[in-house]
């Protein structure tokens, strides 16, 4: 079993900055690649952004050049640093772990363990 808290969602005008973190324990963190999905109200949750063990990145076309994810193997963490956040980034963010080959890493299918979710809002 791998456990995953996220922190530092919140309340941001658009165009602000937020970091989020999330913590994982149970397992050895660098046989896992992580994600970052949303969730926002009345949609399906949808992919944001991947990082491999290695440090390979792979982005949403809706947040490339904006989101920058990033992972430490020896604390165990897994990052996502969200500039110029806009009104259609507010969601539920979700920080999601999964082994193996991965066909996509775009697909809720492809992970194993789910976080509980840190909420991010961005007003107009």
């Known amino acids: 079993q791998v456990q995953l808290v996220e922190s530092g969602g919140g309340l941001v005008q658009a165009g602000g900055s937020l970091r989020l973190s999330c913590a994982a324990s149970g397992r050895t963190f660098s046989n896992y690649f992580m994600a970052w999905f949303r969730q926002a109200p009345g949609k399906e949750r949808e992919f944001v952004a991947a990082c491999w063990s290695g440090g390979s990145t792979y982005y949403a076309d809706s947040v490339k050049g904006r989101f920058t994810i990033s992972r430490d193997n020896a604390k165990s963490t897994v990052s996502l640093q969200m500039n110029s956040l806009k009104p259609d980034d507010t969601a539920v963010y979700y920080c999601?772990?999964?082994?193996?080959?991965?066909?996509?890493?775009?697909?809720?299918?492809?992970?194993?363990?789910w976080g509980q979710g840190t909420q991010v809002t961005v007003s107009s």
């Open positions: 999601a772990a999964g082994q193996g080959i991965p066909p996509t890493v775009k697909y809720r299918y492809e992970y194993n363990y």
